[in-house]
């Protein structure tokens, strides 16, 4: 009798010891698993693109790193027509310079709310922050130019408010149009909001984010010939990231074919 206690002691510890392994490995593999996402990006001071990595610190918390490519407008930018002649397009007038920012940073992002199941909806809260640099550019116009009373000719020009008004511009030139003439201002960013992901599959990602961010540069960028330029812009944000989470200990399970498979 006493063999058979001790024996049954040997087998409730052991067995209990392989299942809390089972339990162990089960919690490294959600740890583990990482995500990419791709966002497109809408804010009060123009529009992007961004890519980002997420590296699963622990069931909570992750560190990010993220790429942003986006426009930057002067807040006092109006988009026109020529008030005298009918001509293709719009303008945005005394508008000196085209500016595309690219940023790269670092951050976390923390869960606060855990989807409960795949119809629900996991709130999670981000900051990133890092350099920037800021590329510009002249723009140029298409100007009308009269010859005659009755005729005119097309040239291109960079904008120069004490030579151009409303009624002279045609158009717009090419974006690409003095792109040899472009220059870069370095700076800092930060960023910070809310990520909602709502995704109906296990290993793909949908989720809105909103929040604000700022971008700071060491002198004012010329956007504007008409307006007083800054050098920091704040701004507010909301963008839709997709992508797909990639387990590291699993290979075979990052492939395309088992990533979009639907869990039944």
Known sequence: MRKLYISALFVLFFGSQLSGQGEIDEQARIVFRNEFTFGLILSTDGYGISYREGKRLDYFNRRLLEFDMVTLKHPKEVRLTNPAYQTPG???????????????????????????????????????????IAFYKPIYYKILKFVSSYEAEIIEEKFDVRKHDPTMIYGKCSFFRGIEEGKFLPGLYGKAGFNFEYS?????????EIGAQIDAFPKAIPIM????????????FASYRFGMIIDPLNPEANKLSNIFRVRR
């Open 90 to 132: 719009s303008f945005i007038f005394g508008k000196k310079n085209s500016v595309v920012v690219f940023r790269g940073g670092i951050g976390h992002q923390k869960e606060i709310f855990e989807k409960g199941d795949l119809g629900g909806v996991a709130v999670r809260y981000f900051y990133t922050a890092g350099p920037v």
């Open 200 to 208: 109906r599959q296990e290993k793909v990602i949908h989720a809105i």
């Open 225 to 236: 010939d008409v307006a007083k330029n800054k050098a920091v812009y704040f701004s507010l």
